[in-house]
Every structure is written in C-alpha cells, then in structure tokens.
DNA sequence: GCCGTTTTCGGCCCGACTGTTTTCAGTCG
C-alpha cells in the first residue's frame, strides 16, 4: 500500500522526498525478519528505521481496522491500470500526467490510442523520438516485466562477458548490481568493465551475438535487450575509478545513500568516479578505497542490502560469511531410484570432483507416486547399494550419507515409519501436499518424530510461481528450535527457500541450517551456489551450516537428537 | 515523511543519457 502511495504521489507530483518516505517505508516492512504484527502489538513500530510519526499511525489503523484512510485519500478517482503504466520504461510520472490530463489517458488502450493518432507527439516537450521509446518500452512491459530468476540471470551474465572478453579488449570486468549481490531475482543484468578506450568497447559490446536490441548508447554506457528480453546495462570507466563505479554500482541504492551520507557529514563526496574532498580525488582504484577513505569497514557485496551492515561494520561485528570452501557436502540429492537421473555412483564421482566428502541421497518416500517415490524395499535395497559405493569411494574420504525426503502426508502423518526410518543416516520431511490443510501443525509434529533432522523446503513457494504453503514460520521456528531439527535452504534456483530474510531470522534463533541443492542430476550439484548466496545473504557463518562439517560429525550431530529425546 | 543530539526546522546522494530545447526537463539507475 506504501508503494503504491508513492506511485500515485509521484504521479500527482508531490515533493520528491515524501514519495521517496513512502518506498523506503514500504521496503523496510518487506526487509523485516519479525512479524509486523508482533511489533505493533510491542508498541515498537517507531523504532523501525524509516517508520515515524506519520507511517506508525498509517500501520496502526490498518491493522486495527483493515483500512488505511491515506491510501483511500491518495488512489482516490485514480485508476490502477493508469498507475500501473508507470512501470513502462521512458513513461515516467511527469508525461504520465501530462497524457492524462491533455488527453485523459486512463489505461493501455487509451496510451496506445493517443500514440498511433499522434496527439502524445503534439504535446509540450513531446516529440516523435519520445514517443518512439515509449512504445518500447510498452512492448516490452507487455512481452515480460517480471524479475528473472538469478539461476537464468547469472550463467547469461557469464555468457555476455565472455563474449564481450573475446570482441575486445578490456580490463577488469565484473557483475554488478542485484546480480552481484546474489540476489534471488535481477531486474537487469549489470556489468561493468575498466577500459580507457571507451568508445570501442561500448560500440562492441552493442554489436555482440547475443544482443538482440540496443536501447541507448553513449560514451561512457550502453544498454540492450538480450537474448531472453532480458535488459543488459554496460558501464565503461577508466582504471583510477573502477572500485569507484563498482561500490556505486553494485548498490543497494538505500546502502549508497546511507554511505554517501556518512562521507557527506565527513566532507568528503562519493559518485562514481570515486571520494573527493572539494576537486581532490583521495581514491577510486579499487572498491576497498571507498569504504576505507570514508571510515567503515568493508563487507560483502551480498550484504550491501542498508539491513543493518552499515552498522555493523561501524561497530566491528560485521560477520564472516561462510564460503564455498566451507562446504563439505550437500544434503539433498536424488537419484535414479526415483526421479533423478544420475547412478549413486556418478554422483559420487562428481561430488568427489567437487571436493565434497559427503552427499545425502535423498529421494522422494512411497506416496510422492508422481516423482516416483521409493517403496520400502526399494529404500532398503537403495541402503544395501550405498554400503557398495561407499566401500569403493572410502580410500578418498568421501561417502554417500543415506536418506530419504519423507513426504509429510496431508493427514499429518510420516510416510515411512519409524523402523524404516530409523535405518538411515539422514531424513529429510517435506510437505509435497495439501499446502493449505494445517501445514504449521503438520511441520511441527514431524519435527517431534527423533528420526527427522531436516524440514525440506519449509515455506515451499516456487519463486514467481507459487505463493507457498499456509505456514506460520515464526511458530516452524520455534518448534525447530525446541525440538533441535534443522532447516532446509534450498537451494534450487527457483525455490532458495528458506529465503534470505527467513535465514538470519532462523540464525538469531540458534538455529542450524543445511543447504541442500533439490539436485536431480550431477550438473544441478552446482546449484550450492544459490544455496549459498541465500545463506551469506543471511548473514549465516561457518558454525551456522550444517554442511560445514566432516560426515562424522555430521552423523553425531543428527544421532543426538534421538539420544535427547 | 523522516530524522537529529551542535539542529524540532531544514536538510534529504549523485550523475548519465535522451530529446526537445537553445539552457533544461524528464527518466533512469
């Protein structure tokens, strides 16, 4: 509602800065790890960095009464198809108004009619040009204006790279943005590259095989639309002021305000050409110069999200994020025994390639019949076969762990039972049904079962797909937290569930947690990357990942729940 | 609309590109 206040207040024109109060408001809501409602009910929404006065007593009505009276005031007489038409890229706010109020403009329709006619041409500080980046950017509004995944945006990214890399000549080169940050969807793919012969690399890089469209192309920046209709923005800086372009780049934006902001009170100005104290350029090369001239340590790009890392560093208790090397092994895997595609032993030699010394096979149990679930012999003849693998695979401290992802069935109940249970290493329970019917009751009686380590998937949403279950997250925590059992981060690309937000939250609360990739052939192993830019986005720490453990401490670490129950 | 402790009023990050202008407004990131 936040948002779409400040859609509609900028459209009317209102002063910057109050719209900018209202998206920051509306983003530190969605960033928040508590329930809203328990700290309205504390009393404590004002201490919400970004929530005063004003936006606490918006909060406090809502919840009270269902409405919110400067919402209804704001949208009032506002269509939302006019609204929405501010998301068309060249359409913004001012000519928006313009075309509604000359030409009563109210939806798509209307906006295509009065651009085939001419009459948005005619109109003041209009013209042809304008207008023809309009219906750009409406072609592409309608064909996707939906955030890609980071598992589709992120090999795209290496392609444009390489093939920049073999056009021309460049130097250091890098993602930048929500791509480099890791974040679960991009808008639009940035790269930035270090060159001092600007000219060409941006003329290059409109020209590479994989651009399909050039939508702008200067001296310094370039963006298309790529292969997939996927926007890809290139800025080229000279040497002294990559790390400059890179801080600023790589963002978020509210992370550079509040920087900026710090350098501001210092005297010391940040754009992207690097910090300068009146005309002096003090430093630029490389991005450590920025963070360290202006006086905060430097973290991780997957924490530059302004949630508190600003902060953190001031007060030296930034966290050490854990790190592929880290890792020892993933927790999810399944095989040829059900739906996966790959032998016990192919995905052993491949973990092996990886430098893993474990993997849990876990394929899917008896009822998940549309994924061919393993029946009880099946699941036992599977554990026979894992003894053979791992006699062959023990010379190089490597072994498969035994598992199953038990289904959580819709009555509540566990699809093996205990005996069956019992004779595995690991046994991760998932919902795959029923996901409006008592899920919170469902996860939390699993977790009491002594034999299941892992909830697999807890929120089950499918990242622009599926909502996810009806589940009361902070009470699955709670009962992982008494019950000791882990959580899942899944870490294929289209579920990274539990999310980031969910996974500090779970870590504040002492909770471990196990990436496991949801791998259904070798190649989707290398999906722990996901797995693990969810984790560092959480602030998760070595001692926080279940994965950062040799398999026989791992093991003693799972028994021990039975042992304390 | 938010925020601060030298300020409860007056700030609020900074620049590139485009197109319509002939000095700048609008849009974007």
């Given amino acids: 509602m936040f948002d779409r206040i400040a859609d509609v207040l900028e459209f009317k024109g209102e002063l910057q800065f109050r719209v900018l109060a209202y998206r920051k408001a509306s983003r530190v809501l969605q960033d928040l790890r508590d329930d809203i409602e328990t700290i309205w009910k504390e009393g404590k929404l004002e201490d919400i960095p970004g929530i005063g006065e004003g936006m606490a007593k918006k909060i406090d009505e809502y919840l009270s009464t269902g409405k919110m009276t400067k919402y209804e005031e704001v949208t009032k007489g506002i269509p939302s198809s006019l609204i929405d038409l501010l998301n068309i890229q060249s359409l913004g706010p001012k000519t928006l108004a ?63 790279i390489e093939e920049l890399k073999k056009a021309v000549k460049v130097g250091r080169i890098s993602t930048a943005g929500s791509l480099r940050r890791l974040k679960e969807t991009i808008g639009d793919i940035d790269i930035l590259c270090e060159g001092t012969d600007t000219t060409k690399i941006i003329e290059k890089f409109t020209q590479l095989p994989v651009v399909e469209r050039v939508l702008a192309s200067g001296g310094t920046k370039a963006s298309v639309i790529a292969d997939g209709g996927i926007q890809v923005d290139l800025r080229v800086v000279e040497p002294a002021s990559y790390g400059a372009a890179l801080q600023y780049f790589t963002g978020n934006k509210d992370h550079n305000v509040k920087l900026r902001g710090i350098a501001k009170d210092k005297g010391l100005k940040i754009n992207e050409y690097g ?41 030296g208790t930034l966290p050490k994020l854990v790190t592929r090397s880290d890792i020892e092994g993933d927790f999810h895997v399944h095989s040829i025994y059900s739906d996966g595609s790959d032998s016990l032993e192919t995905l052993a030699e491949k973990a092996v390639s990886l430098g893993y010394s474990f993997i849990a096979i876990c394929d899917h149990s008896k009822s998940a019949n549309y994924a061919g679930g393993l029946s009880e012999t099946t699941l036992l003849k599977q554990i026979a076969e894992i003894k053979k693998v791992n006699a062959r695979f023990k010379g190089e401290g490597f072994r498969l762990l035994a598992g199953s992802e038990v289904d959580i069935k819709a009555d509540g109940t566990l699809d093996f039972s205990d005996d069956i249970l019992k004779k595995l290493d690991v046994v991760i329970a998932s919902i795959h049904s029923g996901f409006k019917q008592r899920v919170t009751e469902r996860m939390t009686t699993a977790m009491k079962n002594p034999y299941v380590h892992i909830i697999g998937h807890p929120t089950g949403r499918l990242i622009s797909r599926r909502e996810g279950y009806e589940v009361d997250l902070g009470k699955v925590m709670e009962a992982a937290g008494d019950t000791r059992t882990a959580l899942e981060i899944n870490g294929f690309f289209d579920r990274l569930d539990l999310t980031d937000i969910a996974s500090r939250k779970a870590k504040e609360l002492g909770i471990t947690m196990a990436i496991g990739t949801d791998s259904h052939n070798t190649a989707h192993l290398e999906f722990m990357k996901f797995g693990l830019a969810v984790a560092r986005r959480g602030w998760l720490e070595k001692k926080d990942l279940l994965n950062t453990r040799k398999p026989e401490a791992i093991l003693k670490w799972l028994k021990a729940k039975k042992a304390a129950s």
Avoid at 278 to 298: A, M
């Fill in 98 to 160: 313009l075309a509604y109020e000359k030409l009563r403009v109210k939806n798509l329709e209307d906006l295509k009619r009065v651009i085939a006619d001419g009459s948005l041409a005619k109109l003041p500080r209009m013209g042809d040009k304008k207008v023809q980046s309009i219906s750009k950017g409406i072609e592409l509004f309608v064909a996707s204006h939906e955030r890609m995944s980071l598992g589709i945006a992120l090999p795209l990214a290496e392609r444009v």
């Fill in 275 to 315: 910090v300068f104290k009146g005309e002096k350029r003090l430093g630029g090369k490389d991005e450590e110069d920025i963070y360290k001239i202006v006086g905060v340590p430097i973290m991780e790009p997957e924490l530059r999200e302004d949630r508190g890392e600003i902060e953190a560093a001031l007060a």
